[in-house]
């Protein structure tokens, strides 16, 4: 079956503009998770949601980031006034479960380079 | 000190060769513990969950020690396709429902 999507697959943003990562997880996962991977370094959580409601977003590390997932199912991923410490690999994971215990599936990841 | 903390290597070792890592975590309310592996420029994929009892994948062993909070991999008879970043992965409850922690990885240099 079809597994998680991210679009676009690589963005480059001029330092300032805003950019809107598209994720599709697989159909029916409860749980969408947001991580930022930067060269060298494991994921770094940013944010997770059950269903459509965001329930931890403690991993964001400004409030240029934000993150929704209004209908349950696609989720987006939007960086305002990008700066060039944002540029890393934007990685999203579903599950089809709501507790610590399950596999997360992850998308290819949305390269983003800022300059 | 971070959460989970793994020797980032890299390990180079022969073909055939027993391989073991190690991950620490600091947060003794973890609940759920899994290696993934993650090629290069590739998203990461679960290679196998961590149990109490421990567990065992053909080549791969996972050891779980809940009293000196660690986890272990350990690859025998490795094969070139072993190549690759091993992410040590800790799941915890929390206020917000659960949170997942990635260490930085070992990487891993199998070689003919």
């Known amino acids: 079956g079809a597994g998680v999507s991210q679009s676009p697959r690589y963005k480059v943003a001029k330092r300032g503009q805003d950019v809107a990562l598209r994720c599709d997880p697989i159909?029916?996962?409860?749980?969408l998770f947001w991580y930022q991977q930067a060269l060298g370094q494991g994921p770094e959580f940013l944010t997770y949601f059950q269903n459509e409601a965001q329930l931890d977003k403690s991993g964001l590390p400004s409030d240029r980031f934000f993150a929704e997932r209004p209908e349950g199912s696609v989720s987006t991923l939007k960086i305002q006034r990008t700066q060039q410490e944002d540029s890393a690999v934007y990685l999203c994971a579903s599950s089809n479960e709501i507790g610590p215990w399950d596999e997360q599936y992850f998308g290819p990841g949305t390269r983003l380079t800022v300059t | 000190r971070k959460e989970v903390e793994q020797d980032p290597g890299p390990f180079n070792v022969p073909e055939g060769a027993t391989v073991a890592f190690n991950c620490t975590y600091s947060n003794s309310a973890s609940q759920s513990f899994f290696w993934y592996r993650q090629d290069c420029r590739k998203e990461p994929k679960l290679l196998m969950s961590?149990?109490?009892s421990g567990n065992e994948d053909g080549r791969f062993t996972a050891q779980l020690n809940r009293a000196s909070q660690y986890i272990s991999l350990l690859i025998r008879d490795s094969k070139l396709s072993d190549s690759a970043t091993y992410l040590c992965?800790?799941?915890?409850?929390?206020?917000?429902?659960?949170?997942?922690?990635f260490g930085a990885g070992t990487r891993l240099f199998v070689k003919a």
């Open positions: 961590v149990y109490s």
């Open positions: 159909s029916g996962h409860v749980s």
């Open positions: 992965v800790v799941s915890a409850l929390n206020t917000g429902g659960f949170k997942t922690i």
